[in-house]
């Protein structure tokens, strides 16, 4: 056996070397989500399943970190949808490297201390509710914020833009 242990290390070593496996994870720090908290104002545009059309409306967003958590309370207002209005609550596992269910798949640091992260999750998604992955791209900063949805249905090859929420700070609040 102690002639066995080596080489599973050994093997083990090089397999984590190897381009395309990683056992490494991204993680999201505090600080890649300090300028989360705050208010927002934007635009959702989605993509209408029945029509295959865009469609774009206004939205503004309260954004309150919830006690020492790392939760996040997100209050939606559409202006002219009122009847759409929504809130709910976003959890960042402690360890950085979930966001509700979903895993983050990568992290990049952008220009003016933003952060760009994305996550992964297996889903439905469409009007007939299809196996889907569904992938979520933030880009945070002092003054934007973009979550964007793009799905890719389990029988086919290309990924489809969802929606997204394009918002600028309107809190006078520096981080």
Known sequence: MKCKLPLIFLLILLISDYPGISFSQEVLSDEDLMFLPGSWTGTLTYLDYTTGKPYSMPVDVGIVKIDSMKKYLLERIYPDEPQANSADTVTFSFDGTMINDETVI???YLQN??????????????????????????????????????????????????HEFYFKRSDSVKK
């Open 106 to 108: 990568s992290k990049k």
């Open 113 to 162: 201390d933003a952060v760009e992260f994305k996550t992964e999750l297996d889903g439905v998604d469409g009007n007939e509710s299809k196996p889907a992955l569904i992938r979520h791209t933030y880009t945070l900063g002092e003054e934007i914020l973009i979550i964007r949805k793009d799905v890719k249905f389990e029988d086919q090859s290309d990924w489809i833009n969802r």
